[in-house]
């Protein structure tokens, strides 16, 4: 069965700090990609995605990820958090009908 | 522009009673999706449709849940004889149209459902 499988459930960082996002995908068919953001209260929002072409794909907000399609992964990166970057990440896979499958979420908590 | 709109925001039932979940699309988008998100998991998906057609139910659990999308109003998510299990974060996505490819999905805010 397709899945998406993120490694942190929970991650703290301070300030200035580094980010990066683990997710690994199982599905070995066509490649759509995402992450997608929740601010507290708020609904899911598109950080970036991935089809085809360069595997170091930019998003919004200094986000970017980079698709390995031989460790079938699409990790997340940020060089320096923000306090407003507190939030729930969640990495997607597009199946061929439409349907997502999404990774669990990781939380980020980035302390001032 | 008014994005997806989901409502109620919350919605509190007791054990056996309905459960109506509304979401209005983004204007123009023809194709709705209902995802779940139960408490310490990610969103799962329930429900694709296109107006007046249910395109893949894989993920509605085979009883008690259903969906429509009339060709006017919202889509509806109702949910029947509700359990303690069913309480959840229910959301609701739309696209323009369908490419083969889920490109950009435009989500609500999201309704939670709290069954006593």
């Known amino acids: 069965a397709q899945s998406v499988s993120q490694h942190n459930h929970h991650v703290i960082l301070s300030e200035a700090a580094s980010l990066e996002l683990g997710c690994n995908y199982s599905?070995?068919?066509?490649?759509?990609l995402f992450w997608y953001v929740q601010y507290p209260g708020q609904h899911l929002q598109l950080l970036l995605k991935?089809?085809?072409?360069?595997?170091l794909v930019k998003g919004i907000k200094g986000f970017e990820a980079e698709f390995i399609k031989s460790k079938f992964s699409f990790n997340l990166r940020k060089p320096s958090v923000q306090w407003s970057d507190t939030a729930e990440y969640f990495c997607?896979?597009?199946?061929?009908?439409?349907?997502?499958?999404f990774g669990k979420g990781t939380k980020l908590s980035v302390k001032p | 522009n008014a994005g997806v709109m989901q409502n109620p925001r919350h919605l509190v039932r007791r054990r056996g009673q309905e459960a109506r979940l509304r979401c209005s699309p983004v204007?123009?988008?023809?194709?709705v999706y209902w995802y779940r998100q139960l408490p310490e998991e990610g969103l799962k998906f329930m429900v694709y449709?296109?107006?007046?057609?249910?395109?893949?139910e894989s993920g509605m659990p085979k009883e008690r849940f259903s969906a429509e999308f009339p060709k006017e109003g919202p889509s509806i998510l109702r949910i029947q004889q509700v359990v303690r299990g069913d309480s959840a974060a229910y959301f609701c996505?739309?696209?323009?149209?369908?490419?083969?490819?889920?490109?950009?999905?435009?989500f609500g805010s999201g309704t939670q459902l709290s069954v006593l």
């Open positions: 996505a739309s696209s323009p149209g369908s490419s083969g490819r889920t490109e950009k999905l435009f």
């Open positions: 599905y070995g068919g066509t490649v759509n």
């Open positions: 991935y089809f085809s072409g360069d595997p």
């Open positions: 997607v896979h597009g199946g061929s009908q439409g349907n997502l499958i």
């Open positions: 204007k123009g988008h023809s194709h």
């Open positions: 449709l296109q107006k007046e057609n249910i395109i893949d």
